[in-house]
């Protein structure tokens, strides 16, 4: 199958590729400006004309074409595009270190909300392009963007919660980029900080929580983290397939300074699955988790009855 870089293999439209625009020249003495088309082995030419849309002419056979001509190139009509969708560069030096992509975004994301209508949407574009070049996630972008809109009313950094509707999202919607994340070196990029000591040594840290489960035969799943992730996150156990049996384990720093865990039913309220959370409650596999999650709850509620 061929690609639009491919040119065209035959006949006068020879070497022409998908997108380049043509001055064609029939034998009849009629002129076509337009751009190159090919479906199924057969050339066409996309008009330009006084309609919205244009017309396509063809298919053309060798005798009927005297000649062709490429007035533009399909890269040049790509690169003329490219130029409409972005605009005016934003002032700035071209990023090279990950201090300079990171500062090049945050730039254009303010510059773009003080902007309005096609501008506004030409800097946001200008930022994708370059968020892109670094390969940073969907979820990270998401956090720059609307940080510059937090900017806009605030001076103080934002937390997630002055984001997002909540102190905890999904990591795939929204997620506070490390500084490594604006390397442009993707060996960089791809290194995993080290936990700090404290998430290492408490048991109740999410990590180890979630370690700790795996190795008791539960498959838990995070979905939702906070700030910082290995102390705030809601954690999804199914005890029967699919959602019909499922807690929700939810870690927070309590007022003490302990990450401490409440477990939840993760079901709905329906009349089947209450039945459905009165059948998991009485399951083995509930009370081991029950016991693992809340060891800490129920280790301070035990001593709190004996004093």
């Given at each position: 199958?061929?690609?639009p870089?491919?040119?065209y293999?035959?006949?006068p439209f020879?070497?022409c590729r998908?997108?380049?625009?043509?001055?064609?020249?029939?034998?009849?003495?009629?002129?076509l400006?337009g751009?190159?088309l090919?479906?199924?082995?057969?050339?066409?030419?996309?008009v330009?004309d006084?309609?919205?849309?244009?017309?396509?002419?063809?298919?053309f056979?060798?005798e009927e074409?005297k000649?062709?001509?490429?007035?533009?190139t399909?890269?040049?009509?790509m690169?003329?595009?490219?130029?409409?969708?972005?605009?005016d560069?934003?002032?700035?030096?071209?990023?090279?270190t990950?201090?300079?992509?990171?500062?090049?975004?945050?730039?254009?994301?303010?510059?773009?909300?003080?902007?309005?209508?096609e501008?506004r949407?030409q800097?946001?574009r200008?930022f994708?392009?370059?968020?892109?070049r670094?390969?940073?996630?969907?979820a990270?972008?998401?956090?720059l963007i609307?940080?510059?809109?937090?900017?806009?009313?605030?001076?103080?950094?934002p937390?997630?919660?002055?984001?997002?509707?909540?102190d905890v999202?999904s990591?795939?919607?929204?997620?506070?980029?490390?500084?490594?994340?604006?390397?442009p070196?993707?060996?960089?990029r791809?290194?995993?900080?080290?936990?700090?000591?404290?998430?290492v040594?408490?048991p109740f840290s999410?990590?180890?929580?979630?370690?700790?489960?795996r190795?008791?035969g539960?498959?838990?799943?995070?979905v939702?983290v906070?700030e910082?992730?290995?102390?705030?996150a809601?954690?999804?156990?199914?005890?029967?397939?699919?959602?019909?049996?499922r807690f929700?384990?939810?870690?927070?720093?309590?007022?003490?300074?302990?990450?401490?865990?409440t477990?939840?039913?993760?079901?709905?309220?329906?009349?089947?699955?209450?039945k459905?959370q009165?059948?998991a409650?009485?399951?083995?596999?509930?009370?081991?988790?029950?016991?693992?999650?809340?060891?800490?709850a129920?280790?301070?509620?035990?001593?709190?009855?004996?004093t």
């Amino acid at each position: 199958m061929s690609s639009p870089d491919d040119g065209y293999p035959h006949g006068p439209f020879k070497g022409c590729r998908q997108q380049d625009r043509l001055l064609v020249t029939l034998t009849d003495g009629s002129v076509l400006r337009g751009k190159f088309l090919s479906q199924v082995g057969m050339a066409f030419v996309h008009v330009d004309d006084s309609s919205i849309i244009g017309k396509v002419e063809g298919p053309f056979s060798a005798e009927e074409v005297k000649s062709v001509e490429v007035t533009t190139t399909r890269d040049e009509v790509m690169d003329e595009r490219r130029e409409r969708r972005l605009g005016d560069r934003h002032p700035g030096r071209e990023p090279v270190t990950r201090d300079d992509f990171e500062y090049r975004l945050e730039s254009l994301v303010k510059a773009a909300f003080r902007e309005e209508g096609e501008r506004r949407s030409q800097l946001l574009r200008q930022f994708e392009e370059t968020a892109d070049r670094i390969k940073l996630a969907k979820a990270k972008r998401n956090w720059l963007i609307r940080a510059g809109l937090w900017g806009a009313k605030s001076n103080s950094p934002p937390t997630l919660k002055d984001l997002w509707m909540s102190d905890v999202a999904s990591p795939s919607l929204i997620a506070r980029p490390r500084p490594q994340d604006f390397d442009p070196d993707p060996v960089a990029r791809r290194k995993r900080p080290p936990l700090p000591k404290e998430a290492v040594e408490d048991p109740f840290s999410v990590p180890n929580m979630t370690a700790r489960l795996r190795v008791e035969g539960f498959d838990p799943e995070v979905v939702l983290v906070g700030e910082p992730a290995w102390e705030r996150a809601v954690v999804q156990i199914d005890l029967g397939p699919g959602r019909s049996m499922r807690f929700c384990a939810n870690a927070a720093r309590s007022a003490a300074g302990l990450i401490e865990w409440t477990l939840r039913w993760g079901g709905n309220d329906s009349e089947a699955a209450r039945k459905k959370q009165r059948q998991a409650t009485r399951l083995p596999a509930y009370v081991r988790l029950r016991q693992i999650v809340l060891g800490r709850a129920e280790t301070t509620r035990i001593r709190s009855d004996q004093t």
